[in-house]
């Protein structure tokens, strides 16, 4: 599986393009700015996106949608609860950073559960609210996209409209933590970690 990770935006989110190698087909999982960096790594890459996966929809991972979409033609999936926030300066938050930032709508609105699939790659959604009400994490082999459900030694904030920290603790211990502990988590900022790591030592978890 082809994996590259970039840091982009204000609030440096782990934007990450992920393709099966041999047919090409890629997906881009929240581009939250510096669209020309990661269209950069498409064409360098000579990837097919096919879809855009946004874990969320507040404006740091949602920032550079517009041009990645209308660089890859790709079809953008968000949660039903979040995809409102796509056209909402007020719900992406952007409003709160100075400029009001709308985005393409979506063309798929997820409800949790669902597959697609990249080549040989199959990837599952999983709804894990709580961040925000259309919160998802995304597996792939032994890797999951947490979004800003779950850091390394952390957990996302729920200090924003529509967040639960009731719900976040359990999307977490019965959606995440229930995967193999030799899972690979990459989150929506930071440093990797994995499944094992967070189980024993996040303190928030404990
Ligand atoms: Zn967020
Ligand atoms: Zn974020």
């Known amino acids: 599986m082809f994996l590259k990770h970039l840091q982009v935006g204000f609030l440096d989110t782990n934007c990450y393009i992920i393709a099966d190698e041999e047919s090409k ?15 950069k790594v498409i064409s360098d890459e000579k990837l097919m996106v096919k879809y855009i996966f946004l874990t969320h929809g507040h404006s740091d991972h949602i920032a550079a949608l517009s041009k990645v979409k209308d ?22 938050l952007s409003i709160f950073f100075g400029k ?7 063309d798929i609105t997820l409800n949790g559960d669902e597959m697609f699939n990249l080549g040989k790659l199959v990837l599952k959604i999983i ?17 999951v996209f947490t979004g800003d459900t779950l850091f ?24 995440l933590l229930i995967l193999e502990d030799d899972t690979k988590i990459f989150p929506g900022h930071g440093e990797p970690s994995t499944i094992a790591y967070e189980k024993s030592m996040n303190p928030f978890l404990q």
Do not use: W, Y
């Open 71 to 92: 660089a890859t033609n790709a079809k953008v999936a968000i949660h039903n609860k979040d995809a409102h926030m796509l056209s909402s300066p007020k719900h992406n």
């Open 152 to 175: 390394a030694g952390s957990i996302g904030r729920t200090d924003f409209p529509g967040g639960s920290l009731d719900e976040l603790i359990s999307s977490i211990k019965n959606k």
């Open 100 to 106: 009001g930032l709308t985005q393409p709508s979506a």
């Open 25 to 39: 087909d890629a997906a881009v999982i929240d581009p939250g700015g510096d669209a020309d960096n990661i269209i």
């Open 127 to 143: 709804h894990t609210p709580g961040h925000t009400p259309g919160g998802i994490s995304i597996q792939v082999d032994n890797i």
